[in-house]
């Protein structure tokens, strides 16, 4: 009866340590599916913004609803385990992030926007990294237990073949032999069960593999169509200004040799035919910046935003010496960066201060820093116009503006300058404002990337 009980008790260990990897085996599967449905979701997206066809998205949407059970279906797999608690929780959280970037580039590229600094960021490839980090780790958790379990077996059955060996002299050889074939057999269901868990972690690590590959193809694919997006938009932009000058010339001519000649309507048209093409050049420089802006290479060395203030300031006041306006700049605002890209980011946010005010008596302008969670901030604010919130999601797209020409000229291509410049540096730009009550940039400014 004494042998009987230690072999129970063996037995037990050995099919609790079995029904482990069973259980093992069960939440790597279900890891894989998670995983293969973040795929389904991330290469949804890619394909959906490399060419436009909306059948690219219904995998995105299928995978959209499937992933919360699938994840509620592992969180349930491990229960009673506190840390795999803790990283399926950290899995949700990055998943929402992820998710917020991806709503943020279908938005963008249904709106026309400027999708590809997002995915030029890297902000969506980082969020899955972390993902496939947090599943991973999950997995090396599992795994390791798998170990431990398998190493408790081990022990377990050590016991056993020597409390059976000294037993079996005292109770016979028949009942020792048949205790260590059914031990024997046991000993092998758990090294299938353990077979089984490492094929799953090789599928895993393979998948991943797969997944990598995809991502890099279809990033290959999205930078040459950048790139020829951009050599088309400089090409046309410098073949637009010759017919431009040759229109802005004629009309020139024939204001100086038929002026007499024509009615005052006709020199009516032909001031507006002039004014059209002034802002068509206008219109063009803005383009070629922006292009620019996209193409050229970043040299990182510290600039003094205040210092660089005050001279675009300056010269605003050497433009206009009968304006009247405060500016307020604080000083000493040293930062890593590109100074030619960030002259332009100021010569657009403080000529528009500068324009914005200009129909306002006591027209205040300034440049400040502040932190908040550790983050540093500098921004532009002004007393002007200001704008409509309900329209600031369009505010930094190209051709967006919030006022009409003839109330503030300009071609609606500066801030979408401002943004793509603060994104080259790593940072972000938001803007706040009410109508009739001002405006204010906030930006910040990061490790640059080329």
Known sequence: MLLAGVLLWAVGDLIQAQENARHSQVALTQLERVRQLLIDRETGVRGYLLTGEP???????????????????????????????????????RRQEWEQVADQMLSRFHQQGDWLSLVRSGAGKTRMDAMRATLEAIAAEERQRATLQALEAERAGRVVLIMGGLWTLAVGVLLAWLSRRQLITLARDYDASLSEVRAQADALRAS?????????????????????????????????????RAIDGFAQAMREDEGARLSPEGLRLLT??????????????????????????????????????????QELRQREPGRDVTCSLQPGLTVQGDPRLLRVLLENLLGNAWKFTSKRSGAHIELFAETANGVTHYAVRDNGVGFDMAYAGKLFSPFQRMHKPSEFPGTGIGLATVQRIVHRHGGEISAQATLGGGATFRFSLQEARA
Do not use: C
């Open 55 to 93: 059948s690219f998205l219904e995998p995105y949407h299928a995978a959209g609803q499937q992933l919360p059970l699938a994840l509620e279906e592992l969180e349930r797999i491990l229960v009673g385990q506190p840390q795999q608690q803790a990283w399926i929780q950290t899995l949700r959280e």
């Open 272 to 313: 507006r035919l002039q004014g059209a093409a002034t802002r068509m050049g206008q219109l063009i420089d803005d383009l070629l910046q922006l292009s620019r802006v996209t193409r050229a290479e970043l040299q990182r060395e510290p600039v003094n935003l205040s210092t660089l203030s005050a001279s675009v300031l």
């Open 208 to 244: 991943e593999a797969r997944l990598e590959s995809r991502v890099a193809q279809r990033t290959v694919e999205l930078t040459a169509a950048n790139k020829e997006l951009e050599s088309f938009s400089y090409s046309v932009s410098h073949d637009l200004r010759s017919p431009l």
